[in-house]
């Protein structure tokens, strides 16, 4: 199953399927690189860092670059390290670096990439659901610093996405759950057939039945292709993709990204999004109430402990203010979104609770 996503002028294309993509796809995309750096985590398991270079061929220089597990890990010093063992193991324009890992690795790997020698390429291995599904996608890297989340960046697109299925298998419930958060978001914003397909088989999914799974990823990459190829460069329509992510970012950014997952935090932030878009009358009480038992039957927890009080001087320094006005990205419908920064305050309180 090829999926060839267009952005911009560039081409690149996500590959989804089992372990043979690797074999079958990664030698030709490195072709013209003499070097291949790979930047991992500590908590892959080596077997799969194995499986990727086993098809690098043994003229090639490959070497291993393992980052602590974590949000956390997308840090200036992690970012500085990495490039000077670039420059040290004398890295150039001519090379490419391999992302294999979550969306830390990911995001932290394709900012060095956009950065090291004003580009060189790379090529995403996401090993995680949210990573398959969302931020190995579009071409947005970044790092944290500490007055938020993603604030430090560049626009990268990779040269080429692998998907493995058969990653999931030894994936923890909790980070796959994470995941299963960023597909849901896809059918809300934009693809109802996403939604349907959850309300039929909330079971099946967290079983993990490889077909829907696999089903699930092709619709999400499928729907995240179409709304980047539109909008590169987050300019319009591609904001919807932040549905939740406000609240979300918020959450995280509160716990000093500790305790609580990415996908974990979108999933309140969509609940209370959710709320807030019934509350200004855009979705009815039963479209609200159809999410929010989607998200209860997959075990979803709410946001109870942290109010707008709480929360406002997070929300106030994410990249999605401008002007010192919020950006909101609301439902019109299930399967239909939109962008506003005109909505009742007292309501965006309210959609805490």
Not at 103 to 118: E, K, N, P, Q
Not at 142 to 164: Q, T
Request: charged share 25%; glycine share 6%.
């Amino acid at each position: 199953m090829i999926k060839k996503v267009l952005v911009g002028d560039e081409k690149y294309k996500v590959l989804i399927g089992k372990n043979d993509i690797f074999k079958n796809y990664l030698p030709d995309s490195i072709k013209n690189n003499k070097k291949i750096f790979i930047i991992s985590d500590k908590n892959i398991p080596t077997k799969y860092i194995e499986l990727i270079k086993r098809p690098i061929t043994s003229s090639k220089v490959v070497n291993i670059h393992k980052i602590k597990a974590g949000e956390e890990s997308k840090s200036f010093s992690n970012f500085q390290n990495i490039l000077n063992k670039l420059a040290k193991k004398k890295y150039d324009r001519s090379d490419c670096i391999i992302a294999i890992g979550g969306g830390v690795v990911g995001d932290l790997s394709g900012f060095v990439a956009a950065s090291y020698m004003r580009g060189i390429d790379y090529i995403q291995v996401p090993t995680t659901l949210l990573a398959q599904v969302d931020s190995s996608v579009g071409g947005k890297t970044a790092i944290n610093i500490e007055s938020g989340k993603n604030l430090v960046g560049a626009f990268k697109n990779p040269k080429l996405v692998l998907i493995s299925s058969s990653f999931l298998k030894t994936l923890p419930d909790r980070e796959f759950k994470a995941g299963i958060a960023e597909v849901i978001k896809y059918g809300l914003i934009y693809n109802k057939k996403i939604f349907k397909i959850f309300q039929k088989n909330c079971k099946l999914i967290l079983q993990k039945k490889p077909k829907i799974i696999e089903d699930l990823i092709y619709e999400s990459v499928k729907t995240k292709a179409k709304i980047v190829t539109e909008d590169e460069k987050e300019l319009g329509i591609r904001a919807v993709l932040n549905f939740g992510h406000t609240y979300g970012h918020a959450l995280e950014a509160q716990s000093n990204y500790k305790n609580i997952l990415h996908g974990e935090a979108v999933a309140m932030g969509m609940r209370m999004a959710s709320k807030m878009s019934m509350l200004e009358g855009h979705i009815n009480k039963d479209d609200y109430e159809k999410i929010t038992d989607l998200f209860d039957a997959l075990k979803f927890s709410k946001n109870t402990s942290n109010s707008y009080s709480d929360l406002k001087k997070f929300i106030m320094t994410d990249k999605k203010v401008k002007n010192g006005n919020i950006n909101l990205i609301l439902l019109k419908n299930i399967g239909e979104s939109f962008q506003t920064q005109k909505f009742d305050m007292e309501n965006f309180k309210r959609s805490f609770s």
